[in-house]
């Protein structure tokens, strides 16, 4: 919260015995104080009416952020509710949800930007000097340091990672915005990282509140599906099949560059995975969720559902099933 700064005002006093008509500049300063206390209870009343009106707009914020994080199939039995919001002062909103589920309820505290475009859900202290507003260049140097210190503490990055900086860009809310390059051997990644306008809180991620909805909306259009054929046990998926047999057609699968595109909280997926027992890493699988658009650009309408040769193949497969949909044999 920032700090309210006063400035005392010195009054210059008045003595009535230079005064030569008292009674006159008696009531011009009667009246001049009656007026200064309507202006000034007007002012403040003001003041309260337009604070009362911006708590009311972050609430709206916080229940946005709410329902839309109760949107997410991911969690599908978690109820979302709002506990409260604190204005931060710096273009962004702390917010405090209740996660409730049968057996238990937890506090879970994520921000958003004042005006509800961005939505960040951890965020660090950046123990940066009070410097006031600072300015593209600063703020910049402060997301580098910061991206370096979080993402190697979490052994993202390593001593050969190069890390630099692209734009920097100042947000309505205040919040800046600033593209990190990490080079290291084999590889280039590009994020973007946040930071709020006093310089004391670094947001490793965030999100478009507009597209996070639109993202869940579009995954429940993927929707999960077994096909008649896959009607049995998973044991039945798999029988007459020795390790050796899986091994040997998981390492096809991916020579082939065959692409399994399912999702990590859907059980028809992790039936599909069970199949290839301690080869499951052999995959070549690809997590739909948060990637909805480009699932369906690659013709993907359900999950699971296998890639083979530009060819969409939905729902759970056996070895015997993925072996004639593929070039790849199986003996049994």
Same mark, same amino acid.
């Given at each position: ?10 009054? /210059? ?53 709410? /329902? ?15 506990? =409260? ?19 238990? !309820? ?26 006031? &507003?600072?300015?593209?260049?600063? &703020? ?18 390593? *001593? ?35 930071? !709020? ?15 996070? =909805?639109?993202?869940? /909306? ?11 054929? *896959? =009607?049995?046990? /998973? ?7 020795? =390790? ?39 995959? *070549? ?48």
């Amino acid at each position: 919260m920032a700090d309210i700064k006063t400035s005392s005002l010195n009054f /210059r006093k008045i003595s009535f015995s230079k005064i030569k008509n008292p009674k006159k500049y008696l009531t011009f300063f009667t009246v001049t104080t009656l007026l200064i206390i309507v202006f000034a209870s007007a002012y403040f009343f003001s003041q309260d009416t337009n604070k009362d009106i911006m708590s009311s707009d972050f609430n709206e914020v916080g229940e946005e952020v709410v /329902r839309v994080l109760g949107m997410n199939p991911s969690a599908p039995h978690l109820e979302f509710s709002l506990d =409260e919001v604190q204005h931060m002062g710096n273009g962004v909103l702390l917010i405090n949800i209740i996660l409730s589920s049968e057996s238990e !309820s937890e506090l879970m505290t994520v921000f958003s930007t004042e005006d509800g475009e961005l939505f960040f859900p951890e965020a660090f202290e950046t123990q940066s000097e009070d410097v006031g &507003a600072l300015n593209i260049e600063q &703020a910049e140097e402060i997301n580098k340091d910061m991206f370096k210190e979080v993402f190697s503490e979490q052994g993202v990055l390593n *001593n050969s990672t190069e890390v630099e900086t692209g734009e920097t860009t100042k947000k309505d809310s205040g919040v800046f915005e600033t593209e990190i390059v990490a080079k290291s051997e084999d590889t280039t990644d590009r994020l973007i990282v946040f930071l !709020s306008e006093d310089g004391q809180l670094f947001f490793p991620e965030g999100n478009e509140i507009s597209l996070m =909805e639109e993202e869940f /909306r579009s995954f429940k259009e993927l929707e999960e599906v077994v096909s008649e054929d *896959n =009607e049995t046990n /998973r044991d039945n998926l798999t029988s007459n099949f020795s =390790e050796e047999d899986i091994e040997g057609l998981t390492d096809c699968l991916s020579e082939e560059n065959i692409v399994l595109y399912g999702n990590d909280h859907c059980p028809f997926t992790h039936t599909q995975l069970e199949v290839f027992g301690n080869y499951q890493s052999n995959i *070549n699988y690809f997590e739909c969720l948060g990637n909805e658009s480009y699932c369906k650009d690659e013709g993907v309408e359900k999950i699971p559902s296998w890639k083979v040769n530009d060819k969409v193949y939905e729902g759970v497969k056996s070895l015997e099933q993925l072996s004639n949909i593929t070039s790849c044999s199986v003996t049994s």
